[in-house]
């Protein structure tokens, strides 16, 4: 409707306007109005008028106006965007530049187009333009979807039989009738086939099967590589090295062999030089002679080209930083023990053995000097010492809080030690109760050869000496002891005594007993599981993990070590560490595997010492270099995922004294604090 009103409109101005000029035109050439009215009786037409659309020139251009100058752009179907930044559009014919027209701004857009609604803007001439009425015509065609005039079917159709408006015709004969009729052998076919379809025996809707097609097995799938399958099995050879220096006709001086390099190169096998042939200096290309051996190297590399196998390697290529696991920052695993804080003083031989008490206030040492002593952590005041007459081996407090014993080892006695000023009233009562009676030695004959419980003299009573355990064979030395959790049981350990090598005794009853009857090797270490009725005997290279209850072995663990200088057990008790004297640190998840999860080699001597935290997720080992390495060591809950261990800090501090470094660690039962012992007769705290 909009389209139909618009055509209207402009074709009613445009006839008002036409005819306002025929008037005025008809004024100047002196033509009676008769005759320029149209439709009246004096115009020598007869019958019915047809109204035509007039033509009506354009009677009002004037050439010497420059004004009305029609498109003078001479840049043909260039698009205006191209002159975007130029101040002209081409050239005129005298090549001077068309200057641009002038665009339309946004007001006069407004202002024109509520003047003339049907002017469109031409940019190429910078005038307003009415929509002719073939303009509207073509508008309206395209509107109602119909095709032009110009591009209709009876114009481009051309007759077959051209010669039937010829004067002269090849023939006038008419068609005969069978050429209008289908062939009888055609109609039975399609009988035949109608009959079949309607029967069913020819299914129209039925989808064709493939032919199945051959394939390649190995084919990888890309097209292109099989399509040119004869060009990717191609392998190019490889290119001879081109020549250098020494085989130019006149190599620099440096290049000429002397006699021994010339010797030299004649001993080794062709294969072995690093050049082909001697270097030669000649003068001139002229004086040059020929190579004696071209015509063996082509066809030695003939021979390469077409004997010597060629195959494709593929070269994986791995991001290095992708196969470095992300481990969290040192900073990010606080805390852990990182500076030394108090050195404790006082003892004249080496430190082979130190502990803690349960509650983190009291720390106790033993020393080639003979000597016992009990350390005051926060202050590292001496509050007891004790000569024990030989040197101590090892020193255990007894994990109970409820009393205050200590274990101290000799060479051949085990000591239970009493240290009355440090203990509060609960503690001296419990404790007093283990010794109210004599021990009893009622032991197999074959204990009571090698052991006796002895009930200390007078004066050594009064010096805290509480018990005394004496093993009678002077041919096997003890080496550790080691206590249960609950603080009744302990067991003790002599290397070399074979099948007496492992005992268990019993505070409570004072009694002594054998687990095994066959000899286990020279055992190293032993100790309880800290939540489970385990016990853990450590030999020379290999863990075995025994079932009290059951009596059996249930476990080994195969370190890959010489000689097995340390142990520990994790507190949860799935995972132990140990340490060797060939600077290895094994962590073993008893979940997981009996080999090794994580082997540790960052010492650079014999290591001494391994320890777990019992709280914090942290261990460390201590070695003959004077350094006490730190980790980071997280067991989880779900068994689905391994331990996490990061390395953490180097403790450094203590003096390396004949070939011996750092001999023992352990550390503070409730802070994140680590003590150590030395071959230097001091005691350190690291916090």
């Avoid at 050439?63 to 009305?68: A, K, L």
Wanted: proline share 7%; net charge negative.
């Amino acid at each position: 409707r909009k389209l139909n009103a618009m055509a209207s409109i402009v074709k009613k101005r445009n006839r008002d306007e036409a005819a306002e000029k025929i008037e005025d035109f008809a004024d100047d050439m002196n033509v009676p109005e008769e005759s320029a009215s149209e439709g009246e009786e004096g115009s020598g037409f007869e019958g019915e008028v047809v109204e035509t659309e007039p033509f009506y020139p354009d009677l009002f251009y004037d050439s010497e106006d420059s004004e009305n100058e029609r498109d003078l752009l001479t840049i043909g179907n260039v698009p205006l965007e191209w002159y975007r930044d130029h101040d002209h559009v081409g050239y005129d014919l005298e090549g001077k530049p068309i200057r641009k027209p002038e665009g339309e701004g946004a007001i006069d857009r407004l202002l024109n187009q509520a003047d003339s609604p049907w002017s469109v803007f031409n940019e190429r001439t910078g005038r307003r333009e009415l929509i002719s009425q073939s303009d509207m015509e073509l508008i309206q065609r395209i509107k109602n979807g119909v095709e032009d005039d110009r591009y209709s079917f009876d114009k481009f159709f051309v007759e077959l039989n051209e010669y039937a408006d010829h004067i002269h015709p090849v023939t006038n004969r008419m068609e005969p009738k069978h050429t209008f009729l289908p062939p009888k052998g055609d109609i039975i076919k399609v009988r035949k086939l109608a009959e079949a379809i309607r029967l069913g025996h020819i299914n129209l809707n039925k989808a064709k099967k493939e032919a199945p097609k051959p394939f390649l097995i190995w084919d990888q799938g890309d097209a292109e590589q099989s399509k040119h399958a004869y060009i990717n099995r191609h392998i190019a050879p490889p290119k001879p090295a081109l020549p250098g220096h020494a085989e130019s006709y006149n190599p620099p001086e440096e290049y000429l062999f002397d006699e021994q390099e010339k010797q030299a190169w004649e001993m080794l096998d062709a294969e072995d030089r690093s050049i082909s042939c001697i270097p030669q200096k000649n003068t001139s290309l002229r004086t040059t002679p020929a190579y004696p051996e071209f015509q063996r190297e082509r066809f030695q590399r003939c021979l390469d080209l077409y004997l010597a196998t060629r195959a494709k390697k593929k070269r994986t290529w791995i991001d290095p930083e992708t196969l470095v696991p992300k481990i969290p920052k040192p900073a990010e695993l606080r805390p852990f023990p990182s500076q030394q804080s108090i050195i404790y003083k006082g003892h004249e031989g080496y430190i082979r053995t130190i502990d803690t008490d349960p509650t983190g206030q009291w720390l106790v040492s033993g020393s080639d000097d003979f000597t016992v002593k009990v350390w005051e952590v926060a202050t590292g005041r001496q509050v007891y010492s004790k000569n024990m007459g030989a040197e101590v081996l090892c020193v255990k407090w007894n994990p109970n809080p409820q009393v205050l014993i200590i274990a101290v080892m000799t060479e051949y006695t085990l000591s239970m030690i009493h240290v009355d000023t440090i203990a509060h009233a609960l503690q001296r009562t419990n404790t007093e109760k283990y010794f109210e009676k004599p021990p009893p030695n009622e032991h197999t004959e074959k204990i009571a050869k090698r052991i006796e419980w002895i009930k200390p003299e007078e004066e050594e009573w009064k010096s805290g000496v509480r018990l005394v355990i004496k093993f009678k064979n002077q041919k096997d030395p003890l080496k550790m002891v080691s206590w249960h959790y609950k603080g009744d049981y302990f067991t003790t350990v002599c290397p070399t005594a074979a099948s007496q090598a492992v005992y268990i005794h019993q505070l409570t009853r004072q009694q002594t007993q054998n687990p095994f009857k066959k000899s286990k090797g020279d055992v190293q270490f032993a100790m309880f599981h800290p939540l489970k009725p385990y016990f853990f005997v450590a030999s020379k290279r290999q863990v075995k993990v025994y079932n009290l209850a059951q009596q059996v072995l249930t476990k080994k663990l195969l370190g890959n070590v010489q000689w097995i200088s340390g142990m520990d057990i994790h507190p949860g008790g799935d995972n132990v560490i140990i340490g060797s004297y060939d600077c290895r640190v094994c962590w073993f998840d008893l979940d997981l595997s009996v080999k090794p999860y994580k082997t540790l080699s960052y010492h650079k001597f014999a290591i001494r010492a391994t320890r777990y935290h019992q709280k914090y997720p942290l261990f460390a080992s201590c070695s003959d270099d004077g350094q006490i390495h730190v980790f980071h060591g997280m067991v989880y809950n779900d068994l689905l995922q391994n331990p996490f261990i990061v390395p953490l800090k180097i403790l450094k501090g203590h003096k390396v004294v004949d070939d011996l470094g750092v001999l023992d660690i352990v550390f503070h039962p409730t802070q994140p604090w680590i003590f150590s012992a030395g071959a230097d007769q001091t005691i350190r705290l690291y916090v």
